[in-house]
């Protein structure tokens, strides 16, 4: 979505090390910043999502932090295990879409062994 | 949680034929989406399927390509008519509870038109 920003494209790490992949939202009304992982052939699934009333979300391994101000939000993956390979969405509701969610372009995540 | 049985998983078509594609939720939701995915590329939000009434289209899909049904919370059908090479895609069915809640997704649909 074009109003939805996520960079990088594609990212490889090393095994063991931590990955951060970033997105861009246009609507400053947006109040949720679910994050899907989709692995080859399979369907996207929720691994961690942030409203817009606290800054950071833990779960395990995973962590979503949030900027309002700055209308950015990340995804921080430590301790990278060769099973986090997939491609990774961000999305937010955007008012233009009838606050539906926007996906962004998605990022491919290697993770080398 | 729900759990979102879609089908086809697969099917190859011949142009200018339609196929329906099948999206049965495990409970009832509020919220049901159908997404086109190309390969390598992101989701694309074609219409809001609405129970009991028409379908919201997002712009550059229309009702008369991609004709969606809702006879109940749980069911949807996406048609795909007269169909062209240009729709070979992924097609996904999405459910939620409602806006800002997590969406469940379908297996997908690979359409491959010939």
């Known amino acids: ?113 | 949680s729900a759990v979102i049985s879609q089908k086809p998983s697969r099917d190859i078509c011949q142009r200018g034929t339609s196929l329906t594609i099948q999206c049965q939720v495990d409970s009832q939701v509020t919220m049901m989406f159908w997404y086109r995915q190309q390969p390598g590329q992101s989701l694309t939000l074609i219409a809001t399927a609405n129970q009991g009434s028409e379908a919201t289209y997002e712009s550059g899909f229309v009702i008369d390509k991609f004709p969606i049904s809702r006879p109940n919370l749980t069911f949807s059908t996406l048609t795909v008519s007269n169909m062209s090479p240009e729709d070979s895609s992924i097609y996904l069915c999405s459910a939620a509870t409602g806006l800002n809640t997590e969406a469940f997704f379908g297996q997908g649909t690979r359409l491959t038109v010939v």
């Open chain 1, 1 to 113: 979505g074009e109003n939805v920003e996520q960079h990088p494209s594609t990212l490889s790490v090393q095994e063991g090390d931590s990955a951060v992949i970033k997105c861009t939202y246009s609507d400053s009304a947006s109040n949720y910043f679910p994050w899907y992982k989709q692995e080859l052939g399979k369907r996207p699934q929720l691994i961690i999502d942030i409203r817009s009333n606290v800054g950071e979300k833990k779960d395990q391994r995973i962590a979503v932090t949030l900027n309002k101000t700055a209308k950015h939000f990340s995804l921080h993956i430590t301790e990278t295990q060769p099973e986090d390979s997939a491609v990774y969405f961000c999305a937010a509701p955007l008012l233009e879409y009838g606050n539906k969610l926007v996906f962004g372009a998605g990022t491919i995540l290697r993770v080398k062994s």
